[in-house]
């Protein structure tokens, strides 16, 4: 893989961490095992049962998780402090051949992937406004497929996963600056001139 592939990719961790963490290491930690991906020195920990077990066993607890009202919202709010340093982490071992964190990708991948969690967590305050589950549900459900999908393109095309995952985050984030605006926009107030 060249160098701007490695970078692609370790940005695309990086985004995916924002939005499933423990999903995006137990895949790249099984794409590592299973012989799917070269792993990086800095990434091989990814690949050990441990590693593995424990990143299998939140994802499957984040999956239930993430679908309850409320409960979604607690979760993301404490899993800040895991999503950002994974994301970091992740980034900055793509691009490592000899184990060696570079501060510059792991400032970029915890940036990425605070953008990312910022955008999840804000779609879910706004979803949790409304008093049906069933978006809620659908929000996680998309939140899932599309981390599944990038992390398996991303074993193909890196750039297109990228792509496509820049590209969700700005539709993202102009929906939700549109529906923040559709529902806290100035009222003029009855009797003022």
Do not use: C
């Not at 999503?83 to 992740?90: E, K, M, S, T």
């Not at 691009?95 to 990425?112: Q, R």
């Amino acid at each position: 893989m060249s160098e701007a592939h490695l970078f692609a990719a370790g940005v695309l961790l990086a985004w995916l961490a924002g939005v499933r963490v423990y999903l995006t290491v137990f895949g790249v930690g099984l794409a590592g095992a299973f012989g799917w991906l070269d792993l990086p020195a800095a990434l091989e920990v990814t690949a050990s049962p441990w590693v593995l077990g424990v990143s299998g066993v939140l994802a499957v607890v984040e999956f239930f998780a993430d679908k309850i009202p409320g409960v979604d919202s607690g979760w993301d709010l404490l899993q800040t402090l895991a999503r950002v340093p994974a994301g970091a982490f992740l980034a900055a071992a793509t691009l490592s051949p000899d184990g060696d964190l570079s501060a510059g990708m792991l400032a970029t991948g915890a940036g990425v992937a605070l953008g990312s969690h910022a955008l999840k967590a804000g779609s879910r305050v706004l979803i949790n406004a409304s008093p049906e589950p069933l978006s809620n549900i659908g929000a996680s459900a998309t939140e899932d497929i599309a981390a599944i999908g990038l992390l398996a393109l991303a074993l193909a095309n890196p750039m297109l996963a990228l792509g496509i995952a820049l590209s969700l985050s700005l539709v993202l984030a102009l929906a939700l600056w549109w529906v923040w605006r559709r529902l806290f926009r100035r009222r003029p107030v009855a009797g003022a001139d």
